[in-house]
């Protein structure tokens, strides 16, 4: 499942990249590395934080987050508490599974984009 993950992830990116070209787009390294398939990772490192986004985009002064998930992917209990401190911290976050899903969010948050100012 983490590959098609990845792959939704570069999608998007490529995507943010061309339709916010005034924008920063960030990936948010925060998986530990595994020694091996069924071990535990091991968060040792100081800022990791169990639940945060994969990705970021600041546009205008303005931060929002994208919680890639594979087709049918869910969001843990760590995820959804994550974003629930976003949110009460006024930060946007959408959890999405493919370009259509930022696109919507975009709008609905009134990021202006290269298709919204062609449309």
Known sequence: MRKVEE?????IVTYLGWVVPHGLVFA?????VRAHRYA????????L?????????????VTYF?????????TSSEQISCHIKLAA???????VE??????LALAAWGVKTREARAA
């Not at 994208?66 to 869910?74: Q, Y």
């Not at 493919?98 to 696109?103: A, G, I, L, T, Y």
């Open 7 to 11: 792959g939704v992830q570069r999608a």
């Open 28 to 32: 948010i390294p925060n998986a530990a």
């Open 40 to 47: 535990r990772a091991g968060n040792a490192v100081p800022g």
């Open 49 to 61: 934080y169990k639940g945060f986004p994969d990705l970021g985009l600041i546009v205008d002064r």
């Open 66 to 74: 994208f919680e890639c998930k594979a087709p049918g992917g869910r």
């Open 89 to 95: 911290c006024g930060v946007r976050c959408a959890v």
């Open 98 to 103: 493919d370009v259509e899903q930022v696109r």
